[in-house]
């Protein structure tokens, strides 16, 4: 029995063959959809998967900031697709149906005030939409609606007292136990989305506690709550094992300092000089923790470019076996 194909690699067969319908110019797919029915398939079986399986949504803004068992083709066609491809199939589908998809754009973009109507919004996308914004318009809401039914004679107690202690946990969270819900939302934005090529995913079990997928896991979810010193620590550790299981296994001194100067003369690719300013940094964060009152500018962008540099190092992993 063949096996199934994963998202990631049905996206890959569906853009592919548009790519090839198009002879891989997407201006193409504006001049001839109408007028070449496999490439008008192709585009339409492409945006169709996409929409059905809720894939950049699912994937790219899902629970996960890691991704297992992704082919390493995935990504740069990704990226091609969504800053050459998505414009094109678009508008040559909108245009089928009687639609000008620039004189659409043009006509929104000229109205900005409509953009920031809330109303409008009939849910909340994670794709574009501020998520803390989002959450403080329907309490502002609420809020009004609060003194409505306070200002009311009768029939409104209980109405109010379905407002009044939302409204008080949510400034509960914020003022005493001391929840950055906007910062939350910004850092869980700015982290990579890592895809896993196979060989590096067969070697790490998905659940296993302390596995490269859970500490990533820690990693990801420590920084997102303004936790510097745990995610440094995680980081620091996902680093370690990376190395480790994959690029190095050294006999004698196991420490980190060893392990990136070993791997680093073995591959050129390994920028030994940034992995050891994030190792001395790692250390810095954790041992000065105490000192430290919040997550620093600084200290966020050397977290962020550790998980750039571990995602880099984890997609670039060697296979075969570590000697």
Known sequence: MSKRATPFEEFLALFNRVKEEAKGDPRRVTTFYGQSQVLSDAADALDQFLWRSDFERRFMHGPRKFHAQVPSEFEPAWRDYIKNWTGPI????????????????????????????????????????????????????????????????????????????????????QKTIGIDVAGIFHRWRTVPVMFLPAHVSNRHGLTEKGSLFDLLDDAVRAYVAGAPAAAIAMCRAALEMVLREHYVRPTGDMSLDNLIDLAARRFVFLDAARLHRHRKAANRIMHGYTAAKKLTAEDEELILDFFRNLKFLIQRAPGGNVS
Do not use: M
Request: net charge negative; with cysteine.
């Open 90 to 173: 678009a508008g040559a589908r909108l245009g089928e149906l009687g639609f000008d998809l620039e004189k659409v754009v043009s006509e929104t973009l000229s109205a900005p005030d409509a953009l920031d109507e809330p109303e409008y919004d009939e849910h909340f996308d994670p794709r574009w939409d501020d998520g803390a914004a989002a959450i403080q318009t329907g309490l502002d809401h609420l809020g009004d609606k609060l003194s409505d039914y306070e200002d009311a004679e009768f029939g409104s107690t209980g109405a109010a007292n379905l407002c009044r202690p939302a409204l008080e946990a949510w400034d509960y969270l």
